[in-house]
């Protein structure tokens, strides 16, 4: 699809090789989706690749250094559909350098317990990103470790 927005997003965990948690982020805007939680990340640049826009947004939105894992794959070639014009690739991610903290667009950050389910599925997620952590949960359940560790 010709001018397709491309998105990148963090599934920033405490760890790739032993996750716990998952790292949140609360929209500060556009206003309809201000107070809704996402995965931190953002559009991918002109002659960008995914990876290094993702390694800069997380700088720029978090004022974090992270360490990839794998992708979360989504079954389509574009990523996650987003919208009628955008879609959002995302990785696992873990913290390499520097503490988390709302720098940019978000207002709050959140570590959800992985191994509670419901705290997971209960906030109130941007409807787009509501499929990607239902399949987060479903790789770290069945298919953990190497999904998450190897690109």
Same mark, same amino acid.
């Given at each position: 699809?010709?001018?397709?927005?491309?998105?990148?997003?963090?599934?920033?965990?405490?760890?790739?090789?032993?996750?716990?948690?998952?790292?949140?982020?609360?929209?500060?805007?556009?206003?309809?989706?201000?107070?809704?939680?996402?995965?931190?990340?953002?559009?991918?640049?002109?002659?960008?690749?995914?990876?290094?826009?993702? $390694?800069?947004?997380?700088?720029?939105?978090?004022?974090?250094?992270?360490?990839?894992?794998?992708?979360?794959?989504?079954?389509?070639?574009?990523?996650?559909?987003?919208?009628?014009?955008?879609?959002?690739?995302?990785?696992?991610?873990?913290?390499?350098?520097?503490?988390?903290?709302?720098?940019?667009? $978000?207002?709050?950050?959140?570590?959800?317990?992985?191994?509670?389910?419901?705290?997971?599925?209960?906030?109130?997620?941007?409807?787009?990103?509501?499929?990607?952590?239902?399949?987060?949960?479903?790789?770290?359940?069945?298919?953990?470790?190497?999904?998450?560790?190897?690109?």
């Amino acid at each position: 699809m010709t001018g397709l927005i491309r998105v990148v997003g963090g599934a920033i965990l405490d760890s790739l090789e032993e996750p716990t948690r998952l790292l949140s982020a609360r929209r500060t805007s556009p206003p309809k989706f201000a107070g809704m939680w996402e995965f931190p990340g953002g559009k991918v640049e002109a002659g960008e690749s995914a990876e290094n826009a993702l $390694h800069r947004e997380l700088r720029e939105e978090l004022g974090i250094g992270v360490r990839l894992g794998a992708e979360l794959d989504s079954g389509l070639e574009d990523g996650w559909p987003l919208n009628p014009s955008a879609s959002m690739r995302v990785w696992f991610a873990e913290i390499t350098e520097g503490v988390p903290a709302p720098l940019e667009d $978000h207002d709050e950050l959140c570590w959800v317990e992985l191994g509670s389910e419901a705290q997971a599925l209960n906030l109130p997620w941007i409807p787009a990103d509501f499929p990607i952590v239902r399949s987060l949960l479903e790789v770290l359940t069945h298919e953990f470790p190497t999904r998450i560790r190897t690109r």
